[in-house]
């Protein structure tokens, strides 16, 4: 089946940093999603990207559609502590049903004050 | 205008029994997806549904697992004869026709069997 690859696992950061994450994948993507899940709770999206090589900002986040439209990273400028949380990337659109989101593995973030 | 329901937040099975998990989705959507998510992993797709009809279950197990969306009332995800391995937290999502990324997930149901 279809797999992506998300790194890094887990960050440590002070608060103020600026975080960068990112996903590949062997299979084509016609919509990139990344999501934020805080503990008990569901994924709630963050940025949705929908062109290759788009390059899209919400507020402090920023997410780019990889040209191959196989990878897709995300940026987290000036870091603050409810930024804490894990990061999840998902692809949709590649083969079997195009409503099928296929998701990462996840990056745990930690904000040190 | 509430978000995606699901019901029961916890659920505690012994082995053998049968889970019942519900999911209303946002109104107005008539897309409905269960994903399957074990501790610190992505979620899993499972099924796809819409009303009265099953899209894509290529990622229900073949036996035990079901699902449905009925006219009327909720989504229901049901497990027979649980065993370990069915604890997790289990996720609906809902979508309105026409936007197949603008998905809306409920908090979740966290299965854990006894």
Known sequence: GQQLNQSPQSMFIQEG???SMNCTSSSI?????????????GPVLLIALYKAGEL????RLTAQFGI?????????????PSDVGIYF??????SGSARQLTFGSGTQLTVLP | NAGVMQNPRHLVRRRGQEARLRCSPVKGHSHVYWYRQLPEEGLKFMVYLQKENIIDESGMPKERFSAEFPKEGPSILRIQQVVRGDSAAYFCASSPPGQGADYTFGSGTRLTVV
């Not at chain 1, 993507?29 to 709770?41: A, I, M, R, S, V």
């Open chain 1, 56 to 59: 899209t900002s919400n507020g």
């Open chain 1, 68 to 80: 191959t439209r196989k990878d897709s990273f995300l940026n987290i400028s000036a870091s603050i």
């Open chain 1, 89 to 94: 990337c998902a692809g949709q659109g590649s």
């Open chain 1, 17 to 19: 940093e600026d975080v």
């Open chain 1, 29 to 41: 993507f016609n919509t990139w999603l990344w999501y934020k899940q805080d503990p008990g709770e």
